[in-house]
């Protein structure tokens, strides 16, 4: 393969891993092999200094994948009166789900932590980068092993989805699987009539 095609392979891949794929083919498994190259991605991605702000909960139980789908109605497609569907890339074979964690026995790095503590005292701004960081290294790994991803953030029924986890401060969740041949990316995964919107982002890029 050429430098060019190789560039050019990478560059579609990236594209695809930008997309929230809404439905997928339940009918095929994830192998383990696979499951344990994206937990590498997850805890060898970078983060503010090499410390921890995160766990990674690999869920592919469909009971507990299906409770947090339902909790996930949040996509308003009317205001008045209002109506909502829910978001169906959590429905995948494999939903991550990113939650707050800290590292007890590492040493102060900054006054806050210092006068806090590293748990109290870490700032939200390395959190949020931190497992953004770690959302995207899953979601291009993924992708380039031929599965497909969505992403969604859990603000809505946050305190359900912890509840169904038994664990607090859930952050992010990414779905990873199989997707349907000659099926929208965007057709919802439950109301095969409903199409989800999409939009188009023009980032400015300059050299200097």
Same mark, same amino acid.
């Given at each position: 393969? $050429?430098?060019?095609?190789?560039?050019?392979?990478?560059?579609?891949?990236?594209?695809?891993?930008?997309?929230?794929?809404?439905?997928? !083919?339940?009918?095929?498994?994830?192998?383990?092999?696979?499951?344990?190259?994206?937990?590498?991605?997850?805890?060898?991605?970078?983060?503010?200094?090499?410390?921890?702000? @995160?766990?990674?909960?690999?869920?592919?139980?469909? !009971?507990?994948?299906?409770?947090?789908? #339902?909790?996930?109605?949040?996509?308003?497609?009317?205001?008045?009166?209002? +109506? *909502?569907?829910?978001?169906?890339?959590?429905? *995948?074979?494999?939903?991550?789900?990113?939650?707050?964690?800290?590292? +007890?026995? /590492?040493?102060?790095? /900054? +006054?806050?932590?210092?006068?806090?503590?590293?748990? #109290?005292?870490?700032?939200?701004?390395? +959190?949020?980068? $931190?497992?953004?960081?770690?959302?995207?290294?899953? *979601?291009?790994? *993924? !992708?380039?092993?031929?599965?497909?991803?969505?992403?969604?953030?859990?603000?809505?029924?946050?305190?359900?989805?912890?509840?169904?986890? !038994? /664990?607090? #401060?859930?952050?992010?969740?990414?779905?990873?699987?199989?997707?349907?041949?000659?099926?929208?990316?965007?057709?919802?995964?439950?109301?095969?009539?409903?199409? @989800?919107? $999409?939009?188009?982002?023009?980032?400015?890029?300059?050299?200097?």
């Amino acid at each position: 393969m $050429s430098d060019s095609s190789r560039n050019v392979q990478l560059e579609k891949i990236i594209k695809q891993s930008s997309w929230c794929q809404r439905n997928w !083919n339940l009918s095929k498994s994830i192998s383990e092999r696979d499951i344990q190259t994206l937990k590498y991605a997850v805890t060898h991605c970078p983060s503010k200094q090499n410390r921890v702000f @995160y766990k990674a909960l690999f869920i592919q139980d469909r !009971n507990i994948i299906q409770a947090i789908h #339902d909790s996930s109605d949040s996509f308003t497609i009317r205001w008045d009166p209002h +109506e *909502a569907v829910t978001n169906t890339q959590t429905l *995948a074979n494999l939903l991550v789900v990113f939650v707050r964690d800290r590292d +007890e026995n /590492t040493l102060a790095r /900054t +006054e806050k932590e210092y006068e806090k503590g590293v748990i #109290d005292g870490k700032t939200k701004t390395d +959190e949020d980068r $931190s497992v953004g960081i770690a959302g995207a290294y899953l *979601a291009f790994a *993924a !992708n380039m092993l031929g599965y497909r991803t969505g992403f969604y953030n859990i603000l809505h029924n946050k305190k359900r989805v912890e509840s169904i986890l !038994n /664990t607090p #401060d859930v952050l992010l969740s990414v779905g990873v699987g199989f997707h349907n041949e000659d099926v929208n990316i965007r057709q919802s995964h439950v109301w095969p009539e409903f199409t @989800y919107p $999409s939009f188009e982002k023009n980032i400015q890029v300059e050299d200097m």
